[in-house]
């Protein structure tokens, strides 16, 4: 998904438009969490850039995509880019769970 939303609506309010993003940011992200893996692969991963406009974009994890909108919504700016990128990728082994003998 590279998206540049919009923020400014004659009738529909300017919280109601961020609810709107981040609903269509969850359901996005949801479905390519059900797409099938190539073999191989265990976890879907995700490259994410969030920024104002598509040049002042920055890396931004997906936990802090919430965040980089909250502090957008605080400067009330008619627009903001999002870009994220599904790659598949390997689940990091948990060293606090032993293997039995």
């Not at 627009?79 to 003998?101: V, W």
Request: with cysteine; proline share 6%; charged share 35%.
């Amino acid at each position: 998904m590279k998206k540049t939303f919009t923020l400014t609506h004659p009738k529909i309010k300017y919280a109601r438009l961020v609810d709107t993003v981040r609903r269509d940011i969850k359901r996005y992200l949801k479905r390519e969490r059900k797409r099938e893996l190539p073999e191989g692969f265990d976890v879907w991963e995700f490259d994410c850039k969030f920024g104002l406009t598509a040049e002042e974009a920055k890396e931004t994890a997906v936990t802090e995509l919430g965040t980089a909108i909250d502090a957008a919504q605080a400067q009330q700016p008619e627009s903001f880019y999002i870009e994220i990128l599904a790659k598949p990728g390997h689940r990091p082994e948990n060293p606090t769970q032993k293997s039995d003998d």
